[in-house]
């Protein structure tokens, strides 16, 4: 609790793992819509292909694009920790 009081520690990394999660769903929820919908053709030739395609590019490449954006913004995180433990052990322990 100490930590979380001075900003020693860092509540940002669970949080954008929680909107990954989220926004994972959300993506997997819109490709079965857009392939699955009442405005969906797929029986017709043209634009029920498109929309099959589209569907299955939200579910394949938006949880992946999800991913790496959430990585991008939690690396720097990770770097101020290694940094830390860096100090740490230069300095032989002391702070």
Do not use: D, H
Request: hydrophobic residues 55%.
């Amino acid at each position: 609790m100490k930590k979380f009081l001075n900003f020693e520690s860092f509540i940002i990394r669970p949080i954008i793992r929680i909107l990954w999660v989220i926004g994972s769903g959300v993506c997997i929820i819109w490709g079965v819509k857009t392939i699955l919908g009442p405005e969906s053709n797929i029986g017709s030739f043209g634009f029920g292909i498109i929309e099959v395609f589209a569907g299955l590019c939200a579910i394949v490449l938006g949880p992946l694009v999800l991913r790496i954006l959430c990585e991008f913004l939690i690396v720097p995180f990770y770097i101020v920790e290694l940094l830390e433990e860096i100090k740490v052990k230069i300095t032989g322990g002391t702070q």
